[in-house]
């Protein structure tokens, strides 16, 4: 039984809900309030749902104020109603915060009864809650997961679409990925928690300095940061951030990475250098190849810009050229 909690300050609205749940037998509204404050002095009372319906622009605490809370405190999914321009616009920074979906509040009655309307709604109760179930199982897997090899990739121009494409095909319960994705401040965050959405099998995070690597995690570099990787013991490893100037005129650079990769993994590391303009990462991918580590470059025919893995294949630094299948194949075949 899905257990739902409907915050919005509109009695029309949590009226309307609270008729369209209660025909769904596997779903149960177990509270309602016209404002968070409200909602978690009754949460003392009942405990905490399953998955939250939001509105947004609320007296005493707007829902934005609330997401943050909820991310710091006990993250879980949320339904985001947006109603004007404004509360669409302020809907949208709520996407920010993992598990949310927005939908648009009905102008009607009879819009809000339409069986589009309430397929719509219900399959994106029931999809989000799945979708956090099979984190959380794949987060207790992990916990005591043990993992030889930590896996490296580097991109730029075409990277997010290569990325997206690789990344949603994983099996669970994959080595760690360290990514610096040329990518400015401020797009990093959204950029990972769109990942963290559609790769069901993996934990997708911009990643905080010091975060300790497990199974299944995929960390993207921030934006304006370089990204690195220390060894914490044996098979243990934590992700560090460092704020200096740009290195081979990138910040976050692909070759900082690589390069701690040759440094503190060694011959365990496993690098993937893809499509991107440019020459970054070429010299450490190679660092990574001369220690030990397999090293490959996504081949020319499906690179959207065929200028890192070329770089980098013709000083010597690339072992194999591969497609994004191969990479696929390559990383869910890693023991």
């Known amino acids: 039984m899905i257990k739902v909690f409907i915050i919005d300050d509109s009695m029309f609205i949590r009226n309307s809900i609270v008729k369209i749940l209660k025909a769904k037998v596997d779903i149960e509204v177990i509270g309602e309030a016209s404002n968070p404050l409200e909602a978690m002095e009754t949460f003392k009372k009942i405990g905490m749902p399953d998955i939250f319906i939001l509105d947004i622009e609320m007296p005493k605490m707007d829902g934005l104020t609330f997401l943050k809370k909820l991310k710091s405190e006990k993250p879980l999914p949320v339904i985001i109603f947006a109603s004007s321009p404004e509360g669409k616009l302020n809907s949208s920074k709520g996407l920010e915060y993992d598990s949310c979906e927005i939908i648009t509040k009905p102008k009607s009655l009879n819009e809000m ?101 497990k199974k299944g995690d995929i960390f993207i570099a921030p934006g304006n940061l370089h990204l690195e990787i220390e060894k914490v013991e044996n098979n243990k490893f934590k992700a560090v951030l460092k704020d200096y100037q740009k290195v081979s005129n990138h910040k976050p650079s692909v070759d900082v990475l690589f390069k701690s990769f040759a440094s503190e993994v060694k011959e365990n590391s496993i690098a993937f250098i893809l499509t991107g303009m440019g020459k970054d990462g070429a010299l450490g991918i190679k660092k990574i190849k001369e220690i030990g580590g397999k090293t490959y470059g996504q081949d020319k025919e499906s690179s959207v810009v065929y200028g890192m893995p070329k770089v980098a294949y013709e000083i010597g630094g690339v072992e194999e050229q591969v497609n994004l299948n191969e990479v696929v194949d390559i990383i869910n075949n890693i023991k």
């Open 113 to 213: 009864k339409s069986e589009e309307f309430i397929d719509n709604f219900v399959s994106k109760i029931k999809s989000l809650v799945d979708l956090k179930i099979k984190k959380e199982v794949v987060e207790k897997e992990t916990m005591s997961s043990y993992f030889k090899n930590v896996i490296a990739i580097g991109a730029s121009t075409g990277g997010v679409q290569t990325l997206e494409q690789i990344l949603k095909n994983l099996n669970p319960f994959h080595p760690p990925i360290f990514i610096t994705q040329h990518m400015p401040k401020g797009f990093t965050a959204s950029f990972a928690n769109r990942l963290n959405k559609i790769c069901v099998n993996s934990n997708v995070v911009e990643v905080q300095n010091n975060t300790i690597a």
